[in-house]
């Protein structure tokens, strides 16, 4: 019996140790090919296609990081978060709400830039109730200040989930918009506004 | 001309979705494009993506390039000169180059080698604008294609090289990357979700893999011209925020067949029609 233990152990340390060389092995060969399958690219648009630490992790583990992956990934993402030096939260809902519209910025053809970066947060989110053009990447947005009756704390999250998701939830599938510096503090607050404000249509 | 009164109504149903970002628009689109696509299977030759398949064909038979060559000798993969079929078993290993192409890249591999054309000059335009006519490129694949019609996925994965490109394909679909951390996965790797009204294919679950695959290259009615897939994977990326992908390239060659993979056994119906 016990020499069938350890036989089956042996067994499985081989298969794991195959495995991740195999692993090791295909994300060599990933970086080569994706070299060569962008070398028309300049070279500050190639420099997009290097992982950082959070990116890499979260493909090796195809969004289901183990735990000890997951808090390394929410301390990291966590110090990233800048906050308003005024200390106010929410901005604009109205200029929030262009923004949650708004899908411009980023892709090549959106260079020499012709507007501001939009947040884009209907292509996932429902939000306004009048609003039928939202997707379900993401969960409904609708009425999400009201349900949380408005509070200060749940005002912060909103701005840490748009600044940095991956801060509360390691390996969403939601941009890091503030870290990414793909939106401004002020365009956040302008979100958070949109989201958090009784006045706004999300929460009409 | 037979072709005008489908055109008229999936013309109203897409003035509506560009008028109204509407559900109802959208639905209505969705249910002209399944009385379109039912239409097509009754009779394919009303079918516009049909038209670059024939010009394909010319193109094909057509003594060109440098070498004065039809391409009548290109080795698709089951002998030269086998056209029939040949979709359906690609990509896969080629041991004249040693390596893995897909359809699109062994087309301009065959242009080059067979006809004598210069590979830049081949990749000047190798997509085609909303409104152009579909490039050389496109009616070649749209042609090749449209010969697998009917037939069933079946790469061949037999090749080290072609295992090896199936394993990069499947963690390039989850390869998070770029401003936006996005990968294949982010938006094709659960069902029933949607960007904004549309519909999303839940590409890694083979039941959806099968049914959505074999529609390419595909008829777009909103750009009037034929997509192929190196240029949805290229669009993929472009939305990703990603830089333009080379035409043919390892990444796309090693995705495509990921995705052939998961439609293994699913029905070929390009060319399709699309929204």
């Not at chain 1, 599938?173 to 870290?179: Q, T």
């Not at chain 2, 070498?67 to 029939?84: M, R």
């Not at chain 2, 192929?228 to 067949?257: E, F, K, N």
Request: charged share 25%; net charge positive.
């Amino acid at each position: 019996m016990k020499r069938l233990v350890s036989l089956a152990v042996s067994v499985a340390l081989v298969a794991v140790g195959a495995y991740l060389l195999l692993r090791g092995q295909s994300a060599a060969s990933i970086d080569t090919a994706i070299k060569s399958s962008w070398a028309s690219a300049a070279p500050d648009w190639r420099a997009r296609l290097v992982q950082d630490e959070t990116q890499k992790s979260c493909s090796q583990h195809r969004n289901a990081p183990p735990k000890a992956v997951a808090d390394a990934i929410i301390a990291r993402e966590k110090a990233t978060i800048q906050y308003p030096a005024d200390g106010k939260l929410m901005g604009d809902w109205k200029n929030g709400e262009k923004l949650a519209q708004s899908g411009y910025g980023g892709r090549f053809t959106d260079y020499p830039p012709r507007a501001e970066n939009g947040g884009n947060c209907y292509a996932c989110h429902q939000m306004d109730g009048k609003e039928l053009s939202f997707g379900t990447l993401g969960p409904s947005l609708r009425e999400y200040g009201k349900i949380r009756k408005y509070t200060e704390a749940e005002v912060k999250l909103v701005y840490e989930r748009i600044y940095n998701p991956q801060a509360t939830i390691p390996c969403g599938n939601m941009p890091r918009l503030g870290a990414a510096k793909f939106l401004t503090i002020e365009q956040i607050k302008d979100l958070v506004a949109f989201v958090m404000s009784p006045e706004s249509p999300v929460n009409k | 001309m037979r072709l005008c009164p489908n055109f008229a109504g999936l013309a109203v149903a897409l003035v509506l979705i560009a008028t109204a970002a509407d559900a109802r628009a959208q639905d209505a689109t969705e249910k002209e494009l399944e009385r379109y696509r039912q239409m097509l299977k009754e009779d394919p030759w009303s079918n516009p993506g049909m038209l670059d398949a024939d010009r394909g064909e010319a193109l094909w038979k057509e003594k060109r390039g440098p070498k004065a060559a039809s391409l009548e000798k290109c080795d698709l993969g089951k002998g030269p000169g086998k056209v029939e079929g040949a979709f359906a078993e690609l990509p896969r290993y080629f041991g004249d180059v040693d390596g893995v192409m897909d359809l699109e890249s062994r087309i301009v591999w065959c242009m080059e080698t067979l006809q004598g054309f210069d590979r830049k000059e081949i990749l000047k335009r190798p997509y085609s604008k909303a409104n152009q006519s579909g490039t050389e490129l496109e009616a070649l694949a749209t042609y090749v294609a449209s010969k697998s019609r009917g037939l069933k996925f079946a790469p061949p994965l037999e090749h080290a090289k072609e295992k090896e490109a199936l394993a990069m394909g499947e963690a390039l679909f989850f390869r998070r990357q770029g401003p936006m951390d996005f990968a294949c996965a982010t938006c094709h790797a659960d069902a029933g979700r949607r960007i904004r009204l549309q519909s999303l294919p839940f590409l890694g679950k083979p039941e959806e893999a099968r049914q959505v695959v074999g529609e390419w290259p595909a008829y777009r009615v909103s750009q009037g011209t034929v997509m192929t897939m190196q240029h949805r994977i290229a669009d993929c990326y472009w939305q990703m925020r990603l830089p333009l992908i080379d035409y043919g390239s390892d990444v796309t060659v090693a995705l495509t067949l990921y995705l052939v993979n998961q439609a293994k056994g699913g029905e070929i119906t390009a060319p399709t029609i699309k929204r």
